[in-house]
């Protein structure tokens, strides 16, 4: 694991990326050259295919393939270099989202995903590349369901029911579980003020932030 590399995860409507940009100015104004960037997404193809992920009927094989060709060119292109050249690279979500939407969402075989992840992620060496540090911001789905209403016209994912997202917080749970040490458990259903409190102490705990 990279110290550099930082995920933030969640459901659609637990209010991450809305803090995406305050931990970057903060990591930025202690002297870190910060690379912000998301996925599916991140890169010209990365993105054409995140567009088909998230508005095309597909099956889960179909879109699991998809979201990790979109994940590989990312490593290749974008994050790789960054962690190379010294930069913090912050991730609006990486492969915990797969396992949480793809295994836990449409209960797709986490075997295959586990495949895919080795696949596409070793490096060379032998290390397998995943954040240091994933801040999981961790809401109730029935309070994401309350945000999302009437937010913007909804993506195929923000618009399954609330069992669905159900399910995807219990995919999250389990990758949590399996690796306690990367992740710290954001409570996001509180404040924006307290949200934010937490999310600096994530990161000073993890040596970013002076204390």
Same mark, same amino acid.
């Given at each position: ?125 032998? @290390?397998?590349?995943?954040? &240091? %540090?994933?801040?999981?911001?961790? !809401? #109730? *789905? ?54 934010? @409190?937490?999310?600096?102490? &994530? %990161?000073?705990?993890?040596?970013? !932030? #002076? *204390?």
């Amino acid at each position: 694991m990279n110290r550099l590399f930082i995920s933030v995860e969640g459901i659609d409507g637990a209010g991450k990326s809305s803090h995406i940009d305050a931990m970057a100015a903060a990591l930025r104004a202690v002297g870190h050259i910060v690379c912000v960037t998301r996925e599916p997404g991140g890169t010209p193809l990365a993105e054409q295919l995140r567009a088909l992920v998230l508005h095309t009927p597909m099956d889960a094989l179909t879109e699991s393939l998809l979201i990790f060709a979109a994940r590989r060119d990312h490593i290749v292109q974008v994050i790789q270099p960054a962690l190379a050249r010294g930069e913090v690279v912050l991730c609006d979500r990486f492969t915990d989202a797969t396992f949480a939407y793809q295994g836990g969402g449409h209960g797709f075989d986490l075997d295959v995903l586990g495949t895919l992840e080795r696949w596409v992620q070793m490096e060379e060496g032998g @290390a397998l590349l995943q954040p &240091a %540090l994933t801040l999981w911001f961790d !809401l #109730p *789905a029935q309070v994401a369901a309350q945000r999302l209403t009437g937010a913007r016209v909804p993506d195929k994912f923000e618009a399954q029911p609330q069992a669905f997202f159900e399910k995807v917080i219990a995919g999250y749970a389990r990758r949590a579980a399996l690796e306690p040490q990367r992740f710290a458990r954001i409570h996001a259903d509180q404040t924006p003020d307290a949200v934010r @409190a937490e999310v600096l102490a &994530a %990161l000073r705990k993890h040596g970013l !932030l #002076p *204390a």
